[in-house]
């Protein structure tokens, strides 16, 4: 006979406690305990869903197989990037995003795209009928595509033993529950129950799964923390819902590297993956403009030009606005202040809006030099020529600071037909400019680079 008991769980690092209390002891947070109802089952209790195999041995290094894991090809390179160069046997991948950003149009239109693998599909939040008409609006239907709406873990076992796939889609991890664990969907234990045994079913089956997952308020993953820490690798699919462009980062992955990025263009007909993005994020129309600049960036491992663009003028009311968007406010406040301080430029009774083109949210400091440029550009009211490009961390003092891959930043630049590179000029060392037909501009400070753009 199963025993009841109450606990109280972290909904942040899932640390449980037989009482509430304020603060977690183990990750720190405050007001993170909630009351979960835990049934406990006899130890002797049989395997879910019959799926049970051998127990495993201890073996020493010496007698483990070397080898490298053979690659699932999910037909899309940007995703197939993102994994590390596919997807791996037996791992377990969660997907995570906002609400409606595209989860389960990617995963659904990745799927049909593998006509090769017998895939199965199971659905907790919609239905068959919505699955088949979100597909129809894909233009792609595959008969090795199998759709099944479960939300008990035990059922899905058995589905799984009865279809035997080749790969399991599970939308969402949320909606899944144990019979095992009174709670309701989406708590603390059964996020971290159903986790746990599907993942012990991926590695002893070697079947990958894909798990889809919500985010909460702060933009981190629903859920205990306890459920990053359990799968192999954890996606985060971001994007402006007003923009047409969606980002698929690596925060966490066993099997590759988390510098990676996947770039794609919502459609009406799904997902289309850019190859180039520079050419989509510029403006090709700004020439004549103040307050545009074009920054090579860095996301992950690719290069792609973005354009800045800033609008400074006089405060109607009594206190100036500051405002970003797909940049860091702070920064931007610091940015100002080294303009002020070290360059002289008065911007305290100035209004100043800033804006990365395209929706994009950039973390590379090396735009920096482009968002100060486009700030003065906006102020002085005057443009900044249309073929200069450029990349540059400011320091507090006023000092240009290097930055990283600066071969791969000229290159992108010189693929889309820019004429004049600013750089660090401690970036200079090590560059063969034999090779670069861009004219390089190396510059110190700021103030030789406002110098080199208007004169």
């Given at each position: 006979?199963?025993?009841?008991k109450?606990?109280?769980?972290?909904s942040n690092?899932?640390?449980d406690?037989?009482?509430?209390?304020?603060?977690c002891p183990?990750?720190?947070?405050?007001?993170?305990?909630v009351e979960?109802?835990v049934r406990?089952?006899?130890?002797?209790?049989r395997?879910?869903?019959?799926l049970?195999?051998?127990?495993?041995?201890?073996l020493?290094?010496?007698?483990?197989?070397?080898?490298?894991?053979?690659?699932?090809?999910?037909?899309?390179?940007?995703?197939?990037?993102?994994?590390g160069?596919g997807?791996?046997p037996?791992?377990?991948?969660?997907?995570g995003?906002?609400p409606?950003i595209?989860?389960?149009t990617?995963?659904?239109?990745?799927v049909?795209?593998?006509?090769e693998?017998?895939i199965?599909?199971?659905s907790g939040?919609?239905?068959a009928?919505?699955?088949?008409?979100?597909?129809?609006?894909l233009?792609?239907?595959?008969?090795?595509c199998?759709?099944?709406?479960?939300?008990?873990?035990?059922?899905?076992y058995?589905h799984?033993?009865?279809t035997?796939?080749d790969?399991?889609?599970?939308?969402?991890?949320?909606?899944?529950?144990?019979e095992?664990?009174e709670?309701?969907p989406?708590?603390v234990?059964?996020v971290r129950?159903?986790?746990?045994?599907?993942?012990r079913?991926a590695?002893?089956?070697?079947t990958?799964v894909?798990?889809?997952g919500?985010?909460n308020?702060?933009?981190?993953?629903?859920g205990p923390?306890?459920l990053?820490?359990?799968?192999d690798?954890?996606?985060?699919?971001?994007?402006d819902?007003h923009?047409?462009y969606?980002?698929?980062?690596?925060?966490?992955?066993?099997?590759?590297?988390?510098?990676?990025l996947?770039?794609?263009?919502?459609?009406q007909?799904?997902?289309?993956q850019?190859?180039?993005?520079?050419?989509l994020?510029?403006n090709q129309?700004?020439e004549?403009?103040?307050?545009?600049?074009?920054?090579?960036?860095i996301?992950?491992?690719?290069?792609f030009l973005?354009e800045?663009q800033a609008?400074v003028s006089s405060?109607v009311?009594g206190?100036p606005?500051?405002s970003?968007t797909?940049f860091?406010?702070?920064?931007?406040?610091?940015?100002l202040a080294?303009l002020?301080?070290r360059?002289?430029?008065?911007l305290a009774?100035?209004?100043?809006?800033?804006?990365?083109?395209?929706?994009?949210?950039?973390?590379?400091p090396?735009?920096?030099?482009?968002?100060?440029?486009?700030i003065?550009?906006s102020n002085?009211?005057?443009?900044?020529?249309?073929?200069?490009?450029?990349?540059?961390?400011i320091?507090?003092?006023?000092e240009?600071r290097?930055?990283?891959r600066?071969?791969?930043?000229?290159?992108?630049?010189?693929?889309?037909?820019?004429?004049r590179?600013?750089?660090p000029k401690y970036?200079l060392?090590?560059?063969?400019?034999k090779?670069?037909?861009?004219?390089?501009v190396?510059?110190?400070?700021?103030?030789?680079?406002?110098r080199?753009?208007?004169g």
């Open positions: 006979m199963a025993k009841e109450t606990v109280y769980v972290c690092c899932g640390q406690s037989p009482k509430w209390v304020g603060k183990s990750c720190g947070e405050w007001n993170t305990y979960e109802i406990k089952e006899p130890s002797n209790r395997a879910m869903g019959g049970e195999t051998p127990k495993a041995k201890p020493s290094l010496s007698e483990i197989e070397p080898g490298e894991e053979e690659r699932i090809d999910m037909h899309d390179e940007e995703l197939n990037r993102v994994l160069g997807l791996v037996g791992s377990l991948v969660l997907i995003g906002e409606g595209g989860k389960s990617l995963v659904l239109q990745t049909l795209r593998m006509p693998r017998k199965l599909y199971i939040e919609e239905s009928r919505q699955l088949k008409l979100r597909a129809d609006r233009g792609q239907i595959s008969n090795d199998l759709i099944v709406c479960e939300t008990s873990l035990e059922q899905i058995v799984i033993k009865n035997n796939p790969l399991v889609i599970i939308d969402s991890i949320q909606t899944i529950s144990t095992s664990l709670s309701s989406g708590s234990a059964q129950e159903c986790s746990a045994a599907i993942l079913f590695k002893e089956t070697h990958p894909l798990l889809i919500h985010i308020k702060e933009g981190s993953i629903a923390k306890v990053e820490h359990i799968v690798t954890v996606l985060q699919f971001e994007g819902q923009y047409m969606r980002i698929l980062r690596s925060i966490k992955n066993r099997f590759g590297s988390t510098a990676e996947g770039i794609y263009e919502m459609r007909d799904g997902l289309r850019v190859s180039n993005p520079s050419e994020l510029l129309d700004h004549g403009m103040s307050g545009v600049a074009i920054a090579s960036a996301e992950g491992v690719r290069p973005i800045t609008l405060a009311y206190n606005q500051r970003a797909g860091d406010i702070r920064r931007m406040n610091m940015l080294v002020e301080k360059v002289g430029f008065k009774q100035k209004d100043v809006f800033l804006n990365i083109a395209g929706g994009l949210k950039v973390n590379d090396a735009i920096d030099l482009a968002v100060i440029s486009a003065l550009s002085m009211d005057a443009a900044i020529e249309q073929e200069v490009c450029m990349a540059g961390e320091g507090l003092s006023g240009i290097p930055v990283n600066i071969e791969q930043r000229i290159g992108e630049a010189e693929k889309l037909g820019f004429k590179f600013l750089l970036n060392q090590g560059i063969d400019r090779k670069i037909k861009i004219e390089l190396p510059v110190r400070k700021v103030e030789e680079a406002f080199a753009l208007f």
